[in-house]
């Protein structure tokens, strides 16, 4: 295995990080958390079921957006606290944004909202999801306290899912991920690229990356919020393969340029993660894991990723910072 130790990214340190070593005898890139799922789909009384959601740093601990389906089936973002970003405080309703201006107001009527990411970028955490609008689009808001949210105007027209936020301005422009798609569970989908002066107009939309083969032959979308390393971004993404009994979701990683993120560099053939264990084999919709978020400690270079398994549970998986790097360049198919 290479180095992990030769990488200091420009990431703080997280505090009481979630921590396993990988067990002798794995040669896994990533591992999984002994104690998954770490969140049930019970863990809220007014939910069905939680999964695909976004996790920060935030104070002495960890802050949450969770994507909890309701027991009407209704799919909502939920705020959430945690200490060591293993047990955590999820409120039991959804969040109530509240419009940043009165334009805004003009979107407000709440269809679903899903899938979230979390990025911190300058002064606030911003929130990025899926977000219904007359069918599927990108929403966009922020919190300083995981408990005030506000809702600013969705980024694109629908239909469009899968908005990642790059966290910090390149070349003085915010940047997005986003997938184009349809109305309903989208047969293709690749990653595109778009840039903002104002986090409201956007625009310059530029080609990133397309399914490919095998894994991410169906569809591919942005996972976590990218991860700036000395060999470029670090983008964890989901890709999608159809098989006899439906969609089946891993996730691998790319590398994209620092300052032309549209420009991919390396791109993983083999998927890092695949629906295999048993919770990400079996629930609402088998064979799923979704990554949203991926958290790095500074100090030693450890990756902590959070995914939704099978629609239904919270899931942590492991890695270091450097190895997945040195594999997704030394297993690149562009
Ligand atoms: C996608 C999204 C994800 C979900 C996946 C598998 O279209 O809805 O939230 O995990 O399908 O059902």
Not at 221 to 226: L, M, N, Q
Not at 245 to 268: H, I, Q
Not at 303 to 313: K, L, N, S
Request: aromatic share 14%; charged share 20%; net charge negative.
């Amino acid at each position: 295995m290479p180095s992990k130790t030769d990488f200091q990214p420009v990431i703080p340190s997280l505090p009481n990080i979630p921590w396993e070593e990988r067990l002798a005898g794995n040669r896994d890139v990533i591992w999984r958390f002994s104690q998954n799922p770490i969140i049930n789909h019970d863990h809220v009384p007014s939910s069905n079921s939680i999964f695909n959601s976004a996790i920060a740093p935030f104070g002495d601990g960890y802050a949450g957006v969770f994507r909890c389906d309701s027991k009407t089936r209704q799919m909502q973002l939920h705020s959430g606290r945690s200490r060591d970003g293993i047990n955590w405080d999820i409120k039991n309703e959804r969040i109530q944004f509240i419009p940043e201006d009165k334009r805004v107001g003009e979107i407000m009527a709440f269809e679903h909202a899903y899938d979230p990411r979390v990025c911190w970028l300058e002064d606030r955490y911003y929130v990025t999801w899926c977000n219904g609008y007359h069918g599927p689009t990108v929403g966009v808001g922020y919190t300083t306290d995981f408990e005030t949210y506000y809702q600013m105007e969705n980024a694109y027209l629908p239909f469009n899912r899968n908005g990642v936020l790059f966290p910090r301005r390149i070349n003085g422009k915010y940047v997005m991920l986003n997938r184009p798609s349809d109305n309903g569970h989208t047969p293709f989908g690749d990653i595109y690229l778009s840039e903002s002066p104002d986090m409201v107009h956007w625009g310059r939309h530029r080609f990133v990356m397309g399914a490919s083969q095998g894994w991410q032959s169906t569809k591919i979308g942005a996972g976590p919020i990218p991860i700036e390393t000395d060999e470029g971004w670090l983008l964890v993404y989901h890709g999608v393969l159809t098989s006899c009994n439906g969609f089946v979701y891993s996730f691998g990683a790319a590398l994209l340029d620092l300052d032309e993120p549209w420009k991919a560099l390396y791109r993983s053939e083999p998927y890092l993660l695949a629906p295999q264990a048993p919770y990400e084999r079996t629930g609402d919709v088998p064979n799923v894991a979704f990554p949203c978020a991926a958290l790095v400690d500074g100090e030693t270079g450890r990756m902590t990723i959070y995914y939704g398994g099978a629609d239904t549970v919270v899931c942590l998986a492991f890695a270091y910072l450097q190895e997945v790097v040195d594999f997704v360049k030394s297993n690149s198919k562009l």
